[in-house]
């Protein structure tokens, strides 16, 4: 991430006849950003995205990194609960971090 011109490592949430996506993360932080004013906008643990949207989680807070991280991906419509799925994110050396999806 030191390198990257990126503020976390990017998620792209597409999923069909949403209203929206819930996040929530265990660890690190969920942020927002609009590079055409360069503002980045820290979301805290949760947030809530239309599909198509560009979320990014990093392992970074308040100096620390995370070694691991669960990310909980929910699904509504019509304020009914469509599905869900999570995102174990987990790293051995705090360079390299790998997600796996997995089903809840």
Request: proline share 4%.
């Amino acid at each position: 991430m030191i390198m990257s011109n990126l503020p976390g490592f990017p998620i792209t949430i597409t999923c069909q006849d949403t209203d929206n996506i819930s996040l929530r993360t265990s660890e690190g932080m969920l942020l927002s950003w609009n590079p055409s004013v360069s503002k980045i906008v820290q979301l805290g643990k949760e947030a809530s995205v239309k599909t198509g949207t560009t979320i990014y989680w990093t392992p970074l807070v308040e100096g620390s990194l995370a070694q691991k991280a669960t990310l909980e991906l929910t699904a509504y419509k019509d304020k009914k609960k469509l599905g869900s799925s999570l995102i174990e994110i987990s790293t051995e050396d705090h360079i390299m971090y790998k997600g796996k999806l997995t089903s809840k």
